[in-house]
């Protein structure tokens, strides 16, 4: 395979200026919940509130200087653009976001506040409208996650967890098209050939569970979820491969247990991340990984940018 | 004076295997709006939600063993009877917590939880129920502050501090009866001569901004204040000259400035904490402690017991 520990290693020698080494923090409020040793490797306090700001930043890095300075462009449902918004503010270009209608009001004046154009659109039509944007203005797309740059820049998460962590026996990382994951499990791969890997995803949104059992990538019906930031239908082409040879196993969680765990993390854990972010939580929650007292697991907080509004339907949760 | 860092540091070697080191956390999101470098130390993410466990763990491993096994009993507004309460169940011994009618429910539910008994009273009364149920019982009553074991516990969050940051120039920490800050500014003190250390209490109760100008303890008017876990209207007795000697100032911070620091912290820095936990970021925010953008700034943050419920009133409070 191409795509190997070593992409990883240059990106974060490229990235490390510009993003957080975030914290790996140890949450012994959470392991009677789960029946484990509940660490967290916090990106949602990352700059721009999600890891997303890693692969951005290593795709622009990767880029010639001659095409950057035409701008970049982007489809996202928030954290990718907001990241991609922060990365062309601090390199100096023009940055447009893609968005789909469906974007909750905090995600938008995020980016907007970053200097970022925004065009919004029906989400089955964001790439689409991407590809006429970038055509119009000769600015290049960044995509979410269907790209080796991007996936190397998020793996830098992985090479953190590992190395801060050395004896971690689980890594759960939040599922959509696959860029986090893939890079993430390459690089724990790499490092610790030992430590296992899961990705989790929307149980309405089930892309990766389905083509794994199909042996290729396959497309599932576009359906909501709370999980907002996984609301890709199919994998990346590129990721597909990446997850297939280095992961685990994939669990597809049901809405109502992923806002539980994030209800857990944060009355409990006292941190607060969106609710993508909880759904690896979530699949421990729901019984879908397998866990043991003893063991050392690590969830993946993706992002941490929710409204405060959107708290309000956690109160009546039971824990 | 007869307190001092060693106090502190039996009291680690005491208390250590029934404690968490909290995390010291670099929060970079927050440096805008503070004008400093902001760290926090996250006593929020103690076990039982808040530094009372330190104190109240040491104080009953320094009584004999024939008196703690009478039980122990608290008037405390909740967080102090949470800690007490988890402490007798770890060392198999009888609590009784004295509350005021005034606790959240979020407090008495999990004091319940615990295994001890409850009873509540009046605010002002909350002393003197308290010495009755010792007097009925043979229990023993652990003060909330005014001790020199409850300050010595308390103080073991300023060692890790210093050890944690030992290039930190201010340190900020909650006030009510001055057991934390009494313990944690002698810390701070002995290891770190010219780090500041300041007080912030509520602007409702300024009980040592009012005892520090007269130059003695003085009781000032029992007002309600959102800074619940901060009621007391009088300084310590032991704490006062403690506080007197070592402390740099003390800011009396407006609860419209605490919540407001509590949204800051949860919506930027993703961290849950109470609003008596917020108390020190309010006393900047509010222009109370000189900061300058090149000072490394830590905020105790002293507990995370709030309700969901609670969170609704930060939604319409503009950051």
């Not at 970049?72 to 893609?98: E, F, W």
């Not at 970022?116 to 203005?137: F, L």
């Not at 890079?183 to 990705?199: E, F, H």
């Amino acid at each position: 395979m191409s795509f190997t520990l070593e992409n990883i290693q240059q990106a974060r020698a490229r990235i490390a200026p510009y993003i957080l080494q975030t914290p790996l923090l140890r949450l012994p409020a959470l392991d009677p919940y789960l029946g484990c040793q509940v660490y967290v490797k916090a990106e949602c306090m990352q700059i721009t509130g999600a890891f997303k700001l890693r692969g951005a930043m290593n795709k622009m890095l990767s880029l010639p200087r001659e095409q950057l300075e035409q701008g970049v462009a982007a489809a996202s449902s928030g954290n990718h653009g907001r990241a991609l918004s922060y990365a062309a503010k601090m390199l100096g270009v023009r940055a447009t976001i893609i968005m789909p209608d469906t974007a909750p009001p905090v995600k938008l004046d995020a980016i907007r506040e970053l200097g970022a154009e925004i065009v919004q659109c029906a989400p089955q039509d964001r790439y689409a409208t991407a590809d006429r944007v970038c055509a119009e203005q000769g600015s290049v797309l960044v995509p979410p996650f269907n790209d080796e740059d991007i996936m190397a820049g998020q793996g830098t998460a992985g090479l953190e967890i590992v190395e801060r962590c050395p004896e971690v026996d689980t890594v759960i990382v939040p599922l959509s098209g696959g860029g986090l994951l893939g890079g993430v499990s390459t690089a724990v791969k790499a490092l610790s050939p030992n430590t296992k890997v899961y990705g989790a995803e929307p149980a309405p949104l089930p892309r990766y569970s389905a083509s794994l059992a199909q042996g290729e990538p396959v497309t599932v019906p576009q359906q909501p979820t709370i999980a907002d930031a996984l609301i890709g239908n199919r994998p990346g082409s590129l990721c597909f491969p990446v997850i297939q040879a280095h992961v685990d196993g994939v669990a597809a969680v049901d809405d109502p247990v992923t806002l539980r765990a994030m209800k857990l993390l944060l009355t409990q854990g006292k941190l607060l991340a969106e609710p993508s972010s909880c759904i690896g939580i979530g699949a421990v929650l729901q019984g879908l990984i397998p866990v043991s007292p003893e063991d050392k697991v690590c969830f993946l907080l993706s992002g941490g940018n929710v409204g405060l509004e959107q708290l309000r339907i956690l109160e009546d949760i039971p824990l």
